[in-house]
T-cell receptor, first 117, second 113 residues
Framework: EAQVTQNPRYLITVTGKKLTVTCSQN?????MSWYRQDPGLGLRQIYY???????DKGDVPEGYKVSRKEKRNFPLILESPSPNQTSLYFC????????????????FGPGTRLTVL | KNQVEQSPQSLIILEGKNCTLQ??????????LRWYKQDTGRGPVSLTI?????NTKSNGRYTATLDADTKQSSLHITASQLSDSASYIC????????????FGKGTTLSVSS
């Protein structure tokens, strides 16, 4: 089944304790992104990757790191989490549009609910 | 400033009724407009994607319209079902790749029996 998976789905941690949220897709997609979703603010992009070893900042990158060593994986790293990073996080992937297509479709993972105490 | 505004913020309707959700955007450059359905605690799922040359697209009971001149879009849900209860998010993409998306804050729809 074509899908984007995230782990863990739920995480409660304490301020300053490094953590990694994994994201994996089995659709051979080139593009991958991380978003956070907060009440009243909607989805905001943290980082995105156009391909292996190619990453770039989104709208809210402060306090986050990413890496793209393999095409299928795009982990999100919080080196020193703080309470303001408590949020619902989504990973997404997409591929360049088919020949003649003018867009590509993004597939979202199930989400990771992170609480930083 | 690129913005996507959705209305209403929330909506309650009876099962079987129709409803229309609105989306206004001020985004440049414009590549395409997407509607997503997001169930509580789940990831968004794509309903429709339209480029500026498409003014309507359907997906089952969901029909989206786009007026590129007025920069407005709507999502019409026909014969609503309890399973339609969700947040509906309007998203404008600045590029074909979908790596630069401007998200609306969503409309929360509750369908009651």
């Amino acid at each position: 089944e074509a899908q984007v998976t995230q782990n863990p789905r739920y995480l409660i941690t304490v301020t300053g304790k490094k953590l990694t949220v994994t994201c994996s897709q089995n659709m051979n997609h080139e593009y991958m992104s991380w978003y956070r979703q907060d009440p009243g603010l909607g989805l905001r992009q943290i980082y995105y990757s156009m391909n292996v070893e190619v990453t770039d900042k989104g709208d809210v990158p402060e306090g986050y790191k990413v890496s793209r060593k393999e095409k299928r994986n795009f982990p999100l790293i919080l080196e020193s989490p703080s309470p303001n990073q408590t949020s619902l996080y989504f990973c997404a992937s997409s591929s360049p549009g088919l020949a003649g297509s003018s867009y590509n479709e993004q597939f979202f993972g199930p989400g990771t609910r992170l609480t930083v105490l | 400033k690129n913005q996507v505004e959705q209305s209403p913020q929330s909506l309650i309707i009876l099962e079987g009724k129709n409803c229309t959700l609105q989306c206004n955007y001020t985004v440049s450059p414009f590549s395409n407009l997407r509607w997503y359905k997001q169930d509580t605690g789940r990831g968004p799922v794509s309903l429709t994607i339209m480029t500026f040359s498409e003014n309507t697209k359907s997906n089952g009971r969901y029909t989206a319209t786009l007026d590129a001149d007025t920069k407005q879009s709507s999502l019409h849900i026909t014969a609503s079902q309890l399973s339609d209860s969700a947040s509906y998010i309007c998203v404008v993409s600045l590029n074909q790749a979908g790596t630069a998306l401007i998200f609306g804050k969503g409309t929360t729809l509750s369908v009651s029996s």
